[in-house]
């Protein structure tokens, strides 16, 4: 690694998650621009970060995970949620559940709305295409030979999926082939980042090419805690690695990757938020900002769960014999259930039929998890019977948080007010969501393998019980974004959409923060493409 403190680099990025890992491998191609990424985790080689189901190994360990927590919330009961957000190579695409969704079409109508052309949805999808290297090959919408391999996830499946897909048809809904193509409504499996039984994360697909450059150089382990200002004007960062503090100067832009919660906050630590906040921590402000940390938006879900008459992954995943067994099976084939996320399946749908687009997301899992096991998100270790479980979320909450300092120490978590449920609109949307929980239970031919509901329980039927379970079960589904959003106008926004920083320069933030509005779906996709779109933003820029 080449010296860094007191170093020049024309772009310094600072995050190497999901965005950042983009940045790195887009800025750095043509070998003109000299890269720093600084990542406050550790490396991505690691056996539970490759191994796809070994993700609920990663959902408390502080070594690669923020292990976030929210303030206690009255729409979730009072209770406070738990936020792991990625904290090595990969960021969260590193830790998270692999399942590839864009979002709905008109989610980037939305975009270009607040945030012009460039984030609509005739470039996303062109930039989709030339990220995607799809299992399923190319078509008018998928691409193939782009960087990301994304399995099909045909191969392997539980034998319940297709019992799901088929009582869900029954319910309604039609058999989708791909979410990502010209409708997302329906029920089907879900595209994975998984490559050769691998989790195939931002770092191993664009990070880990870019690091074999000589015109790139990545620090692990090193916080950064502050953006230098020469007046106005970013000129490079401050950060802190084994305890020394060290500084690096950007010829060009300082560009802040370190996602929904770190950007907002690392924004405010250099003094770019909320004037009369910051001056309460004792910062001295650089711009006011109101918009910072402001607009925080996260989906929340929960599951329902079923004792089953037949073998789930339970009954293999829970005794030991049966985890020799899956371990060899992955070892020697790179198959089973080891080799896949848990979340098989699933679709979308809408609650009422006058919407125009789909505002919930279904999950299914052959697996359950009602018996707690401390310290880990217990999927290699599942409930002593056979269980199932399926899970929503809604796609377009109303209700909005903000993200604040706790203190000026840039070691402290920052305050995160989640607010969910705060909304009536996101209550009655879960409320008619759970039903049709329910109504696919009750179809042929997975009603007669039911052998009883469990969670909530068949006691819970009247509204205000069911809105009560909600709120006392219901959580995120690790989406949050929108806390530095996108557009033309400083008193609603916080970049515009160049992705500068309204009210300074050579700063940018580029990141799942920049969403104008949360996508209807799972984030890393989207995230990827904001460091595929941020990438050409900053590079037409280039001198």
């Given at each position: 690694m080449a010296a860094v403190n007191g170093a020049e680099f024309d772009y310094i990025i600072v995050g190497a998650g999901s965005a950042g890992s983009v940045l790195a491998e887009r800025l750095s191609a043509s070998g003109r621009h000299r890269v720093l990424v600084l990542e406050a985790g550790g490396s991505d080689r690691r056996f539970y970060v490759q191994l796809p189901l070994g993700y609920g190994k990663l959902f408390y360990d502080p070594a690669v995970n923020w292990l976030y927590q929210t303030e206690p919330d009255p729409g979730l009961a009072g209770n406070r949620d738990h936020w792991p957000r990625g904290k090595l190579l990969g960021g969260s695409s590193s830790?998270?559940?692999?399942?590839?969704?864009?979002?709905?079409?008109?989610?980037?109508?939305?975009?270009?709305?607040?945030?012009?052309?460039?984030?609509?949805?005739?470039?996303?999808?062109?930039?989709?295409?030339?990220?995607?290297?799809?299992?399923?090959g190319a078509d008018t919408f998928r691409g193939k030979g782009g960087p990301l391999f994304i399995s099909a996830n045909q191969r392997d499946l539980h034998p319940l999926c297709e019992t799901f897909i088929r009582s869900t048809e029954a319910a309604g809904l039609k058999r989708n082939a791909d979410f990502n193509g010209?409708?997302?409504?329906?029920?089907?499996?879900?595209?994975?980042?998984?490559?050769?039984?691998?989790?195939?994360?931002?770092?191993?697909?664009?990070?880990?090419?870019?690091?074999?450059?000589?015109?790139?150089?990545?620090?692990?382990?090193?916080?950064?805690?502050?953006?230098?200002?020469?007046?106005?004007?970013?000129?490079?960062?401050?950060?802190?690695?084994?305890?020394?503090?060290?500084?690096?100067?950007?010829?060009?832009?300082?560009?802040?990757?370190?996602?929904?919660?770190?950007?907002?906050?690392?924004?405010?630590?250099?003094?770019?938020?909320?004037?009369?906040?910051?001056?309460?921590?004792?910062?001295?402000?650089?711009?006011?900002?109101?918009?910072?940390?402001?607009?925080?938006?996260?989906?929340?879900?929960?599951?329902?769960?079923?004792?089953?008459?037949?073998?789930?992954?339970?009954?293999?995943?829970r005794p030991w014999w049966g985890k020799v067994a899956v371990g060899l099976r992955y070892f020697l084939t790179g198959s089973g259930p080891l080799a896949k996320s848990i979340n098989h399946g699933g679709g979308f749908f809408r609650t009422s039929p006058d919407l125009p687009r789909p505002n919930m997301q279904l999950y299914f899992q052959a697996f359950s998890t009602l018996v707690p096991r401390v310290g880990e998100r217990p999927l290699l270790t599942p409930d002593p019977f056979s269980g199932l479980s399926i899970g929503l979320s809604n796609c377009r909450p109303t209700s909005r948080g903000e993200i604040?300092?706790?203190?000026?120490?840039?070691?402290?978590?920052?305050k995160i007010v989640a607010n969910a449920y705060s909304t009536d609109h996101d209550v009655q949307e879960m409320l008619a969501a759970v039903k049709f929980l329910r109504r696919i239970a009750?179809?042929?031919?997975?009603?007669?393998?039911?052998?009883?509901?469990?969670?909530?329980?068949?006691?819970?039927?009247?509204?205000?019980?069911?809105?009560?379970?909600?709120?006392?079960?219901?959580?995120?589904?690790?989406?949050?974004?929108?806390?530095?959003?996108?557009?033309?106008?400083?008193?609603?926004?916080?970049?515009?959409?160049?992705?500068?920083?309204?009210?300074?320069?050579?700063?940018?933030?580029?990141?799942?923060?920049?969403?104008?509005?949360?996508?209807?779906?799972?984030?890393?996709?989207?995230?990827?493409?904001?460091?595929?779109?941020?990438?050409?933003?900053?590079?037409?820029?280039?001198?």
């Open positions: 830790i998270n559940a692999m399942v590839w969704i864009r979002g709905h079409q008109s989610d980037y109508d939305d975009w270009e709305e607040i945030a012009g052309p460039h984030w609509g949805w005739a470039k996303a999808r062109d930039a989709y295409r030339a990220i995607e290297d799809n299992e399923a010209a409708d997302q409504e329906g029920v089907g499996t879900y595209q994975m980042t998984i490559r050769n039984a691998r989790r195939n994360s931002a770092a191993r697909a664009f990070l880990r090419p870019a690091m074999k450059r000589a015109n790139v150089t990545v620090m692990t382990h090193a916080q950064v805690t502050r953006v230098i200002f020469e007046g106005r004007r970013a000129i490079g960062i401050e950060y802190r690695k084994n305890g020394v503090l060290g500084r690096v100067r950007a010829a060009s832009e300082v560009i802040l990757s370190g996602g929904a919660i770190n950007s907002p906050q690392l924004l405010m630590l250099s003094g770019i938020g909320p004037a009369a906040h910051l001056k309460d921590h004792g910062i001295a402000v650089t711009s006011d900002s109101p918009q910072v940390g402001r607009n925080l938006n996260d989906h929340q879900g929960l599951n329902y769960t079923w004792r089953m008459k037949v073998p789930t992954y339970n009954d293999v995943l604040t300092l706790n203190s000026a120490d840039p070691f402290a978590h920052p009750d179809q042929d031919p997975i009603r007669p393998l039911i052998a009883e509901e469990l969670r909530p329980g068949p006691e819970v039927r009247s509204d205000a019980d069911l809105i009560a379970d909600i709120r006392a079960r219901s959580g995120t589904v690790y989406h949050p974004s929108c806390s530095a959003r996108m557009g033309h106008d400083a008193a609603t926004s916080v970049v515009g959409p160049d992705l500068k920083v309204h009210g300074v320069d050579g700063l940018r933030v580029c990141d799942a923060s920049v969403f104008p509005t949360l996508i209807g779906g799972n984030t890393n996709a989207p995230s990827i493409l904001v460091g595929w779109l941020g990438a050409e933003r900053i590079l037409a820029d280039a001198h």
